[in-house]
């Protein structure tokens, strides 16, 4: 814990693996592309997974579990879908020490299996909405890997559903998109905005993707959730059909949505500093850590006695909170590993504090004396619950004022490629492929920067503008930037 971390400012990748290993989130895996998630990294992932999936409860969608092992032949069944995952694709063509009869493609998204499935189970309107989310892993063999970002193998959410019109799919992709903006904001303390994604970024066989968009510490996007409106693509393609109230035959409508453990690598990348990590209160795994201060060997059972009190009193608040007692540790020891793992309080207990019936609050969130303050025992649960509070507003306010400084609009090309080298541009944008293109384009051969279009925002300023690469008219913005 004591080893030097690289600073951002020095190398930002440096020091974001830094933070994953000595924070104890996860470490390389034998296997190349691979990850092991260590204990306190798989338990923010339970936090992550818990305020999804109540959000999922909530809105009437239910979990079931379908197979890793999709057979080859559904994934080629849509043409743009299989166009767009081929060069990722995990492929098992022997098992049992013989070649298999038709090749088994390893999950990279479950759109093919589901839709093979619902065919089955949906005959009548009645039988519809079908709303099905599953909690997996999933394998996309990609190139270049990094630690929760993207790996070979990787767990999410993916949501599924099937509805019996247009409308109803659409509102269901948005309400999604709105579940995730939800816990993005108020769990995980991360600002997004949300959006469309440009046709070349559609998922593939997606009439239209969403996707909410997050702004990192070294002014990158990340995608940090995706919800797609399917059309009738995968239904036609899987005979997902049902008759309706007219006892007509109709093709269902269809959507899927996800969240992946790369919310983890927007947590450390919103909120970390060169100290290590800082954790939202709400998906901390332990939200308070309480460290017992003692000098002489007299002292300890008076310490030790009221950290016992201490933790009784918050756990009674349901405020997740950790002793670490251990012995042949100093305290600053201590006091630097719980801020490398970016546990939002700390107390501190020591024989004086015992004799004035106080304890030291100290707020991960602020740096030194600023972040410190002396609290009662008495009613001590009351201010660690409205500290915790206070740490979570903070870092929310504190994200959305980094994201709105580092966020300008841009008039013309030569604007765009100045501000795209640090921060993000909002620009009208004509929505042609071709524009977008070039765009992308002339900033990467000009500035050398690899910009792509984020999204076209849902807010828009309304009325007109000139397109930013090819000056015709146009009636929306979209945020370019470089991203993970």
Known sequence: MSERVTPQSEDYAGWYNDIVQKAELADYSPVRGCMVIMPYGYTLWENIQ??????????????????????????????????????????????????????????????????????KWVHSYRDLPLLINQWANVVRWEMRTRLFLRTTEFLWQEGH?????????????????????????????????????????????AVNSYTIEAMMGNKWALQAGTSHFLGQTFAKAFDIKFLDENNQLEYAWTTSWGVSTRMVGAVIMTHGDDQGLILPPVLAPHQVVVVPIWRQEEQKQAVLEAVKSVKAALADAGIRCHIDDREGQTPGWKFNHWEMKGVPLRIEIGPRDVAQKQVVLARRDVAGKAGKSAVPIDGLARAVSDTLAAIQAHML????????????????????KTITADGWARAWWCGEEACEANIKERVREQAGIPITTRCIPVEQPGG?????????????????????
């Open 464 to 484: 007109k503008g000139v397109c930013v690469g090819c000056g015709k008219k146009a009636t929306e913005q979209a945020i370019f930037g470089r991203a993970y």
């Open 161 to 205: 559903t099937a509805h019996a019109t247009a409308q109803e799919a659409q509102e269901e992709t948005l309400q999604m998109l709105e579940v995730y903006a939800d816990f993005a904001v108020n769990d995980a303390a991360i600002p997004v905005i949300k959006g469309r994604k440009s046709k070349s970024e559609t998922f593939p066989g």
């Open 50 to 119: 818990a305020g999804l999936d109540r959000r999922f409860k909530e809105t009437g969608h239910v979990n079931a579990y379908f197979p890793l092992f999709i057979p080859e032949s559904f994934i080629k069944k849509e043409a743009e879908h299989v166009e767009g995952f081929a060069p990722e694709l995990a492929v098992v063509t022997h098992g049992g020490g013989k070649k298999l009869e038709e090749a088994l493609v390893v999950r990279p998204t479950s759109e093919t299996i589901i839709g093979h499935m619902y065919a």
């Open 397 to 416: 306010d504190k994200a959305t004022r980094f994201r709105d400084e580092n966020t300008h609009e841009a008039k013309d090309l030569e604007a765009l």
